[in-house]
């Protein structure tokens, strides 16, 4: 069992930064820890993936604004986000697989509104 526990969300203006954690715990065992997005009345997608050995992938969206980074030695996973505008309003959820199964965390509001 892994458990993911987000941080770090709330309120920011157009143009503002935030910064996302999150910690996994348990029995983990993953290759790659991500950053999923809902918007308001949207699917989830794809914001930003990270393998343990630091390769970094983002959606288009994202691209030149969000930063993905690992701290394999305390399970946490970081999303800065700069530049933020208003379609970046979403409940943020953090991603991992170990082994075959799926986790997800309780996911955290992110609100770009001036």
């Known amino acids: 069992q892994v458990h993911l526990v987000e941080s770090g969300g709330g309120l920011v203006q157009p143009g503002g930064s935030l910064r996302l954690s999150c910690t996994a715990s348990?029995?983990?065992?993953?290759?790659?820890m991500a950053w999923y997005r809902q918007p308001p009345g949207q699917e989830r997608e794809l914001v930003a993936v990270i393998s343990i050995t630091g390769r970094a992938q983002y959606g288009s969206a994202v691209q030149g604004r969000f930063i993905i980074s690992l701290d394999n030695a305390r399970n946490t996973v970081y999303l800065q986000m700069d530049a933020l505008r208003t379609d970046d309003t979403a409940v943020y959820y953090c991603?991992?697989?170990?082994?075959?199964?799926?986790?997800w965390g309780q996911g955290i509001q992110v609100t770009v509104s001036s």
């Open positions: 991603h991992t697989q170990s082994g075959s199964r799926l986790y």
């Open positions: 348990g029995r983990n065992s993953s290759l790659y």
